[in-house]
């Protein structure tokens, strides 16, 4: 119904319903005291399920072990100020960036996520995948750590990227910075070789990095530098994202009448449903009203004319009716 990217954003997802009127509403120069009323309408209820997409400024993809919860500590520990964020092992975990370290005057500090659960198959569902999936929409940058001690980093490097295209075809736009991680563990040359040109051709730069010795970090954090936005953008969305909703906006005129299983009458309508919520079949007064005004709509004989007979039930919304003996007459 609604994409809430931004603080202090709301969304109605729900209307209350309309207010009653007192019997004085009614009151007329022939009938000055009316004694009844109109009800308040129900307002509406709905079930909804609420989604979460974290928004982070980088995200770290890759396969598991590739080593992305290693550099997220390693980048995020440089100093004392900065702090990693645990969630559960169901959710990313987050932690912030100082780029003054390399540098005192740059004063962003950009949101680091570790977005794990991405496996062969993940936008199909496998694993974790929509759970995580969904986090990397909101990222300005991805960071794609693959693991060059791994038997075909070329083949990790493509499931991820596969699984990106499968959720979305946008994603593979994004800025997108390669992390060769596990340096220490001496990957074959040729190989390692072979992958840099392969990301050449794709325009990416590789930063060849050990998470775990803390080595390449200096020139993972400079290339981040290069790509992030300016201190001002940085916390948002990636780009400039209004509130979409999209609302159920049922026609206030007209309506249906629908013969069901077991004989009951049933008749939708915005309009007439209000009403039948609204009325006070208890009080005389009211349920004449009533009747007038299904009258006034030309229900009354539409209902005769779908064949409704005395001793039918007719149901309005959540309210069921009797028709009575005399047309247009409820009991």
Excluded: C
Excluded at 248 to 262: F, K, L, T
Excluded at 317 to 327: M, P, Q, R, V
């Amino acid at each position: 119904m609604a994409d809430l990217v931004f603080p202090g954003q709301r969304v109605m997802v729900a209307r209350g319903g309309r207010g009653g009127l007192g019997n004085t509403h009614f009151a007329t120069s022939t009938h000055q005291a009316p004694k009844h009323a109109q009800r308040g309408e129900p307002g509406e209820e709905r079930r909804l399920s609420l989604e979460l997409r974290l928004i982070a400024d980088v995200g770290l993809v890759g396969l598991p072990n590739a080593g992305k919860s290693t550099l997220l500590t390693a980048l995020t520990a440089a100093t004392p100020k900065i702090a990693a964020y645990p969630f559960t092992t169901l959710e990313p975990n987050l932690g912030v960036l100082d780029l003054a370290v390399d540098d005192p005057t740059d004063e962003r500090r950009p949101t680091l996520a570790d977005l794990p659960g991405l496996i062969e198959g993940a936008s199909a569902g496998a694993g974790l995948g929509h759970a995580f999936l969904r986090h990397v929409e909101r990222t300005r940058v991805l960071v794609h750590v693959v693991d060059m001690s791994a038997a075909d980093p070329e083949r990790d490097y493509q499931i991820i990227r596969e699984e990106l295209e499968a959720r979305d075809p946008k994603l593979l736009d994004k800025t997108t910075l390669v992390a060769a991680n596990k340096m220490d563990l001496d990957p074959d040359r040729e190989m390692l070789r072979a992958f840099n040109e392969a990301r050449g051709h794709e325009g990416l730069e590789v930063v060849q990095i050990s998470a775990a010795d803390k080595v390449g970090l200096l020139e993972l954090r400079s290339a981040l530098g290069r790509l992030l936005p300016d201190v001002e953008e940085l916390g948002g969305a990636g780009e400039a994202v209004g509130v979409v909703v999209h609302r159920y906006d049922p026609a206030e005129e007209g309506y249906v009448i629908e013969r069901e299983p077991g004989g009951v009458w049933a008749v939708e309508g915005r309009r007439v449903e209000r009403l039948a919520a609204q009325t006070d079949f208890e009080n005389d007064e009211s349920a004449a009203r009533f009747q007038r005004e299904l009258a006034k709509l030309g229900l009354v004989e539409r209902l005769r004319e779908a064949g409704v007979e005395t001793g039918d039930t007719v149901r309005i919304g959540d309210i069921e009716l009797e028709w009575g003996a005399e047309a247009g007459a409820w009991v």
